[in-house]
């Protein structure tokens, strides 16, 4: 009798092999061959599911962003948008070690898709994706009648999204300085800027476990 | 008679030629034999400089680094930080071609280091380098007066330092929409944002060349 192999689950174990082979070695050890090797399958076996490394390296992509995305979606939300914001970017950014495994996959990720073309579509997918939450998110400030008057939105929006990227990368180079009370603190801070002084005194004050850094000269 | 090499020179074609190897092909082709033949040296030569790939990385790195000191360094200043503090900025942020391809050396150099601990430590020198500049930023702002009340400045100079890199990964990415003119504008938008009013009235209105993106239902 022919083995019943689970394609899904197959594939979501080489998916997952990527991952850590990209986070332990590198993008480039990336290989058909080393990936097989960490997921315990035979190279023929890959080869059956991903004809290329690009391939590979885009489903383990999708996988990433499919994961991001089934986060947002199970958050529980208050309705307070002052508290709703913020979980929903935690859920993003490198707040524990699995979401920071992601994010150094997607850096990688993207670094790698500058030299190879065959993933720039998905690059720009997972992008749009992630840009797309500041939309919702000034929308539903604006719906909440929350936002400062006379803020242009399409500055707005990359400014947000510049703090959540940048924050990210700084968070998986430098985790010991910007710790997830660090991230959380300045989401919290930069959200409250934007918003109406009423919302800045009924909201909570943001954290801030991070010592206070006084003016230095120079 | 021997031939007279000048080290320094050759030293300056090496990193130059990694650049473009970068650039073109990945970090993950930037071997000592790929970026020989793009400098037109011998693998020999080489040899004689970096006896490591990993000290020929560090190498290219410190000198994109001090290409950017050296601008910081050259930019005149008026004296207004409503405009001196843009200028800076745009020295570092990817502007032009020369500058987008420091930021993916940059970039492919962290996602690099992390899985090459031998890189750490000048990932960890130039990061504590970028930041400085909001540090310095601050206590310009603060010694000028120019500061909004009751800022924290452990947040702030990672929110300012989280604005730059995040926009420099856009920009990298998405040159078409993370233009100049959006890079510009969104620093601009920024430093206001943290200023007392009266410094809002003085200021020139920011950059708005990009089109206003309305809220959307969803």
Redesign the interface.
């Known amino acids: 009798m022919p083995k019943i192999v689970d394609h899904e689950l197959q594939k979501t174990k080489v998916a997952e092999a990527t991952w850590r082979v990209?986070?332990?070695?590198?993008?480039?050890?990336a290989s058909v061959r080393n990936i097989a090797e960490e997921a315990g399958i035979s190279v023929g076996s890959m080869r059956h599911y991903f004809s290329t490394q690009s391939e590979l390296l885009s489903y383990s992509m999708k996988r990433v962003s499919e994961r991001v995305s089934q986060r947002i979606y199970d958050t529980v939300f208050s309705g307070d948008l002052m508290q709703d914001i913020p979980s929903l970017l935690h859920e993003v950014l490198p707040t524990d070690n699995e979401k920071r495994l992601e994010m150094?996959v997607w850096?990688?990720f993207?670094?790698?898709s500058?030299?190879?073309d065959s993933l720039r579509t998905l690059?720009?997918q997972v992008?749009d994706e992630l840009r797309s939450i500041f939309?919702?998110v000034?929308?539903g400030l604006?719906?909440g009648q929350l936002l400062l008057p006379g803020l242009?939105?399409?500055?707005?929006?990359?400014?947000f999204?510049?703090?959540?990227?940048?924050?990210a990368?700084?968070a998986?180079?430098?985790p010991e300085r910007?710790t997830p009370e660090?991230m959380v603190?300045?989401i919290k801070?930069?959200l409250l800027?934007l918003c109406q002084p009423d919302v800045h005194s009924m909201a909570q004050k943001?954290d801030?476990n991070?010592?206070?850094?006084?003016?230095?000269?120079?």
């Open positions: 990209i986070q332990k070695h590198g993008i480039e050890q150094e850096f990688s993207v670094v790698k500058l030299s190879d690059r720009h992008d939309v919702t000034f929308n604006s719906e242009d939105f399409a500055i707005e929006v990359e400014r999204y510049a703090v959540l990227d940048g924050l990368i700084h998986v180079m430098r910007v660090v603190a300045v801070r930069h800027s943001p801030s991070a010592k206070k850094e006084q003016p230095r000269d120079t």
